[in-house]
């Protein structure tokens, strides 16, 4: 045998004794066990180098600490068939006692690098950060689980889909936050509140059903969700928490049906650059600082009539708003920066109401041609509130027993005061020389006439016709909650062919 045949036989040797090792290894990377509470370790034994665990029998949360703690390579975990017992110290908890929910226990798996794993079946209660930071690319929660705690699946990157049974009626908070391949997500019919920062930096999430059941929407719920264009969150809602879809990508929001809805937290919707169109109930009482704070795309929007304080920073940023569309009678204060950086503004309608406006409020208004001003008295005003704007250039209409004090005050004597001759100090015009009278009762504008009307028709300070009417009366009213406009002009025919035109504003 010469040298080559020998290195041959040699290899060949090896690879024979080395052939049954790889087996058993390959072998030993999965692992079926049979456990009781408490010993599990001991039935793993000395294999703690598996990938795949099935387990049958009952464990408890000693044996979930042993699975994250003592194997590193595990990946799959098979608990299908297994039950989780209910333990106090040492003890097993009998049906004679008052036994908690058996559950996955809190931070059970936490930090494990598990992917896949099927819960026991029994399971009423995931415990808080059972999952938290581990990997898993699914999970099928079973139809027993009732509680979920806070931060359950927080952090798991690789989870992209996850729907939540109907027989879940209370999540935690954090519940899915920095889930950032999670894209769809379905919350169980029982819930009625979105707990804080659910969602929060699933960035990724473009897809989840809101219950129709859900009254609140908590604080950074949705926050960092930019791929969450849309959302439906029924009509029931009363309360938005603070940051709740900050720096999200919704486009449009429309909760004008939810006649409950009491309050927008801070923040709510800052930062959301794609959001376009935001319809406020008129019930809402409070919107917090900064809600619309940033929204450069914000084009459509209404301030609620119940609301009467625009906090700080309110729409500061919200480049291509129209103040006329935040603008209502009824509100007393306008907060520091409230109104930053509108320079799309072209015209502002002051409410009889106001008393002050913040330091910077209206800065950089550049695109500023003209306000109107319907207060008895000069709202005292903060730092700089038109700086960047070219104020000698805008006019400023005020009632015609004010301009001497609007020409005194700081900071409004420098705009052009112009007495307005075209608007009543009051709320109520006539249109003496045909017997017609116009003057509003809340946001009921109502319009009477000595003899029948023929037609009435009614525009905004823009000329923009909101209403055309035949009551064949000699009186008429019409509902004007809708509409955004202080200022109409109400155009009447009678039926005798007398005419008027009445200017008046709606307080």
């Known amino acids: 045998m010469n040298l080559t045949e020998l290195s041959y036989q040699m290899k060949l040797h090896r690879q024979l004794i080395f052939l049954p090792c790889v087996a058993l290894a390959q072998i030993a990377l999965a692992l079926d066990v049979t456990s009781t ?89 995931i415990g808080e950060g059972a999952f938290l930071s581990v990997p898993l690319t699914a999970i099928e929660i079973p139809a027993s689980v009732k509680t979920i705690g806070s931060a359950a699946f927080s ?35 029982t819930l009625t509140t979105i707990p804080a920062a659910t969602f929060a930096d699933c960035r990724l999430l473009a897809d989840v059903t809101i219950p129709a059941n859900v009254t609140a929407i908590d604080s950074a719920a949705f926050a960092g969700c930019a791929s969450l264009t849309a959302i439906d969150l029924g009509n029931d809602l009363r309360a938005i928490g603070a940051a709740a879809f900050r720096n999200s990508g919704i486009t449009e929001i429309d909760l004008s049906g939810s006649s409950s809805l009491d309050a927008i937290g801070a923040w709510a919707f800052a930062d959301c650059e794609a959001l376009a169109s935001a319809r ?27 609301a009467d304080r625009m906090e700080n920073y309110t729409y500061n940023g919200a480049a291509s ?25 072209t015209k502002f309608e002051i409410p009889a109401s106001l008393e002050s406006i913040g330091d910077y409020a209206m800065e950089d208004w550049t695109s500023l041609k003209e306000m109107t001003a319907y207060t ?18 805008v006019k400023l209409y005020v009632n015609t027993n004010m301009q001497s004090e609007f020409t005194e005050a700081p900071q409004w004597k420098e705009f052009d005061i112009v007495q307005s001759t075209g608007v009543s100090d009051d709320i109520m015009a006539d249109g003496a020389d045909s017997g017609v009278k116009a003057f509003f009762s809340g946001t009921d504008l109502i319009v009477k006439a000595t003899t029948e009307i023929d037609n009435v028709r009614v525009y905004d300070s823009a000329a923009r016709q909101w209403v055309y009417v035949e009551p064949a009366s000699e009186e008429i009213t019409i509902d004007t909650a809708a509409w955004n406009s202080r200022i109409y002009i109400v155009a009447v025919v009678l039926t005798d062919g007398r005419t008027a035109n009445i200017k008046l504003a709606r307080r």
């Not at 793993?44 to 408890?60: A, E, F």
Request: contains cysteine.
């Open 37 to 125: 509470p408490g010993n599990l370790a001991e039935a793993v034994g000395t294999q703690t180098s598996i990938s795949s665990l099935t387990v049958k029998g009952r464990i408890n949360a000693a044996d979930f600490e042993f699975i994250a703690d003592k194997l590193p390579a595990l990946r799959s975990l098979d608990l299908s068939n297994a039950t989780v017992s209910a333990y106090e110290g040492d003890a097993l908890i009998t049906s004679a006692h008052t036994a908690p929910a058996a559950e996955i226990p809190p931070y059970a798996l936490a930090g494990s690098q598990i992917t896949s794993i099927k819960l026991p079946q029994g399971i009423t209660a």
């Open 376 to 393: 008895n008295s000069v709202p005292s005003i903060g730092v700089d509130v038109w700086a960047g704007v070219n104020q000698p250039a």
């Open 321 to 345: 708003l129209d103040p006329a569309d935040i603008s209502h009678n009824g509100i007393t204060s306008i907060g520091d920066y409230a109104l930053r950086g509108l320079t799309q503004a």
């Open 155 to 189: 952090g798991c990157r690789s989870l992209s889909n996850v729907s939540i049974p109907s027989t879940v009626n209370s999540i935690g908070s954090h519940l899915f936050m920095g889930c950032d391949k999670l894209k769809k997500a379905t919350l169980p019919a």
């Open 280 to 306: 406020i109930p008129d019930g809402v009482a409070s919107i917090g600082e900064g809600a619309f704070f940033n929204d450069a795309a914000l084009v459509t929007t209404n301030f609620p009539s119940a």
